[in-house]
């Protein structure tokens, strides 16, 4: 299977373009590069089991964050707001940075 490359890091802000979060919009929490997924921010919060363990001897469940598709969210441009693709570009100095393609502005790592 091809292997696409994540173009998102931590901290970007997405929305998800498909799926039954559609519309929703967060922050990326960790990217899973190798499964091509990420995790946003109070998105596809599921219930987990917990184990009663010593300090919470009782158990019970809490609720995380799953992974998602990292082709089911899209950037937000950080100027407008909107949805955005990520491109790259070389400045003077050699240095190779992120920008948006929507508007050319160059994205902060």
Known sequence: MARTKVRLK??????????KHKGSEGK???VFP?????????????KKAQRPTQENPRGGFREQESPIHASNVR???????????IGHK????????????????????
Do not use: C, H, W, Y
């Open 10 to 19: 931590r901290g970007d802000e997405v929305r998800v373009v498909t799926g």
């Open 28 to 30: 990326v929490m960790k």
């Open 34 to 46: 190798d499964e091509n997924r990420v995790i946003v921010e109070n998105v596809n919060v599921i």
């Open 75 to 85: 950037l937000l441009d950080p100027q407008t707001g909107e949805l955005t693709r």
């Open 90 to 109: 070389f400045l003077e100095s050699g240095e190779r940075v992120r920008i948006s393609r929507k508007t050319g502005a160059q994205l902060e790592d």
